[in-house]
């Protein structure tokens, strides 16, 4: 099974920085991940699909890179709305994985 | 629009079983892979199962072969998860949902508490 390694597990942060969060893969899955975001009490809702691309309708200042074992999600200038847990999922290969999330609080 | 809508969910004792089903509508329901992610109070999320949309192949994570089963009505377009021998641990909401390349949506989710 691919093993996804999510990092950090939390960071505190101010309106208007750059964050930036990282998924390892235990093995290469080309460019088949997500990034989602997940508010209490709400189900995700997908960011990045593909790495890189952007679902519709999701803010510019979302970002994907990445492909292979190492990828990242930035968020150029985090705002109000942004406060949340994000979460990276694999999808090249069954069982799915999902890493293990990254709250983003208020600092 | 595409609606995914879970039911099924409640309290159950330890030991005991569960169907849940997710009514689908707004897509063709054949074209996509449906899974189930579920997600402990408190917790992160955790892939359970995905079925193909013809239903000929089912997909578990390791630690859910077994106890769990998946299985899709393509004339009722709804999606199942059978779920035996319940543990205090599969207290969780439970989503399905379309993740693919193409396309991801989820359900609301159904909760799942297990306790005497």
């Known amino acids: 099974d691919i093993q996804m390694t999510q990092s950090p597990s939390s960071l505190s942060a101010s309106v208007g920085d750059r964050v930036t969060i990282t998924c390892r893969a235990s093995q290469g899955i080309r460019n088949d991940l997500g990034w989602y975001q997940q508010k209490p009490g709400k189900a995700p809702k997908r960011l990045i699909y593909a790495a890189s691309s952007l679902q519709s309708g999701v803010p510019s200042r979302f970002g994907g890179s990445g492909s292979g074992t190492e990828f990242t999600l930035t968020i150029s200038s985090l705002q109000p709305e942004d406060f949340a847990t994000y979460y990276c999922l694999q999808h090249n290969s069954y069982p799915r994985t999902f890493g293990q999330g990254t709250k983003v609080e208020i600092k | 629009e595409v609606q995914l809508l879970e039911s099924g969910g409640g309290l159950v004792q330890p030991g005991g079983s569960l169907r849940l089903s997710c009514a689908a509508s707004g897509f063709t329901f054949t074209s996509y892979a449906m899974s189930w992610v579920r997600q402990a109070p408190g917790k992160g999320l955790e892939w359970v199962s995905a079925?193909?949309?013809?239903?000929?192949?089912?997909y578990y994570a390791d630690s859910k072969k077994g106890r769990f089963t998946i299985s899709r009505d393509n004339s009722k377009n709804t999606l199942y998860l059978q779920v035996d021998s319940l543990r205090a641990e599969d207290t969780a909401v439970y989503y399905c949902?379309?993740?693919?390349?193409?396309?991801?949506?989820w359900g609301q989710g159904t909760l799942v508490t297990v306790s005497s």
């Open positions: 949902a379309i993740i693919v390349a193409a396309a991801d949506y």
């Open positions: 079925i193909s949309g013809s239903g000929g192949s089912t």
